[in-house]
């Protein structure tokens, strides 16, 4: 089992950036994929990013050359940072931990991109 806690999000304007958080409860090496989804209002939730244990990573058309995924061993945390951020971003962003054959999902952190 493993518990993941997002923090990191906020309201901010058109262009600017900020940079989530997902601390795991136990070592990142033991999950398998770690990914960042998102939720807005009314859509089904998305994959926005992902790393595996190895390090590779993936990102959705919509966010590729403004968000960046890593992660700190060491913290056993994984990080998504947001530049440039548009209003179409505004979504509820959730962390998800892949161990196995199980999924666990955070709380999620809401990020509203607002003038």
């Known amino acids: 089992q493993v518990q993941l806690v997002e923090s990191g999000g906020g309201l901010v304007q058109p262009g600017a950036s900020l940079r989530l958080s997902c601390a795991a409860s136990?070592?990142?090496?033991?999950?398998?994929?770690m990914g960042w989804y998102r939720q807005a209002p009314g859509k089904q939730r998305e994959l926005v990013a992902a790393?595996?244990?190895?390090?590779?990573?993936n990102y959705a058309d919509s966010v590729k050359g403004r968000f960046t995924i890593s992660r700190s061993t060491a913290k056993n945390t994984v990080y998504l940072q947001m530049n440039s951020l548009k209003p179409e971003d505004t979504a509820v962003y959730y962390c998800?931990?892949?161990?196995?054959?199980?999924?666990?999902w955070g709380q999620g952190t809401q990020v509203t991109v607002s003038s």
């Open positions: 136990r070592s990142i090496f033991s999950i398998n994929v």
């Open positions: 998800k931990a892949d161990v196995n054959t199980r999924n666990y």
């Open positions: 790393i595996t244990r190895g390090g590779s990573t």
